[in-house]
């Protein structure tokens, strides 16, 4: 079973911006087989470094910050934990996304008020690298 954690770099016009990401495996990305997903409500980023781990950020939601629009921040956030065997010639992909597409939405619905729409930026440079 992999955990997996990473640091990505965005900023949104949105205060209240929810980030999704999806990990996918298929052989003609991005049509494939949904692996895993995680959700970061944007304004619950700050992390709680007594629980964290490397590998498991741990956001104690006591403390929402709302982000500044068009601000670039950095955001820890995790996949759920999966158990998963991608087959050869097949690639992995990861999307991260403002908001889950109406095809996947069926485990997990909720309603995407209309204050949380937004544009997302992430930025690819050398001064804001993603890990």
């Known amino acids: 079973m992999l955990v997996e954690a990473r640091d ?3 900023s949104s016009s ?7 990401r999806r990990r996918i495996a298929a052989r003609d990305y991005p049509f494939g087989e949904l692996i ?6 944007a304004s619950h980023r700050p ?13 104690s939601h006591c403390d929402p910050q709302p982000l500044t629009p068009n ?8 996949l759920e934990p999966m ?30 008020r209309p204050d949380k729409v937004g544009s997302d930026q992430h930025p ?8």
Request: with cysteine.
């Open 83 to 112: 158990a998963y065997l991608i087959k050869q010639r097949h690639v992995s992909g990861l999307e991260i996304v403002n908001g889950d597409s109406p095809g996947q939405r069926a485990l997990w619905p909720h309603y995407y």
């Open 8 to 10: 990505t770099i965005s």
């Open 71 to 78: 601000e670039i921040y950095k955001f820890r956030d995790q």
């Open 36 to 41: 895993t997903r995680g959700w970061l409500r």
């Open 47 to 59: 992390l709680d470094l007594q629980h964290c781990t490397e590998m498991v950020p741990y956001h």
């Open 14 to 20: 949105s205060p209240t911006s929810s980030r999704r």
């Open 124 to 131: 690819h440079a050398a001064a804001h690298p993603s890990k």
